[in-house]
């Protein structure tokens, strides 16, 4: 019969697998203690938990969150990254650790809207735009054509103008 703690921590585990947008799966080995917490801290700030896990927990949440294939991933010592609002920013975490601490962190996997990426693909889903940037090239692009047409349309107006005002000059002076 499972433990009620263990039984607690897959159904923590399948909550967070099934809510969020994008996780990543890195095993670690080594880190000294200050640094894991450090890196916690760090990383909460941006919108991201970071969960040590026991593969066969782990393995037993991701087939109740619908992804089985999470599995393949974990083996050894793991940490999953994740993520709820931005899909891209686990993904960039587990680059930064990766790059800052290249001795003590492995990506192996993760999982991006539902789709199961391989360790060699988390550098490309790493380098998406975050949804912030997004937002922000699409009201640059629909505000573009609109300031276009503002300045056609003002462009018009003022020759308008000139052409009523040369109109109105050529009446007064063939008034006087």
Known sequence: MPKPEKIATVEELQ???SRSQALVVMGFQGIPA???TALRREVRKRGV???VVKNTLARLAAERAGIAELGEFLRGPNLVIIGRDDPTV???VALEFVQK???FFRVRG???SGEVVPAEQVQWYATLPSREELLGRLAGAMVGPVRGLVFALSGILRKLVVALSEVQKTKERGEQ
Do not use: D, R
């Open 110 to 112: 993760g999982v991006f």
């Open 15 to 17: 909550e967070k697998f």
């Open 34 to 36: 200050a640094e894991m």
């Open 101 to 103: 601490y290249p001795n």
């Open 49 to 51: 938990e970071i969960k």
């Open 90 to 92: 686990p993904f960039k």
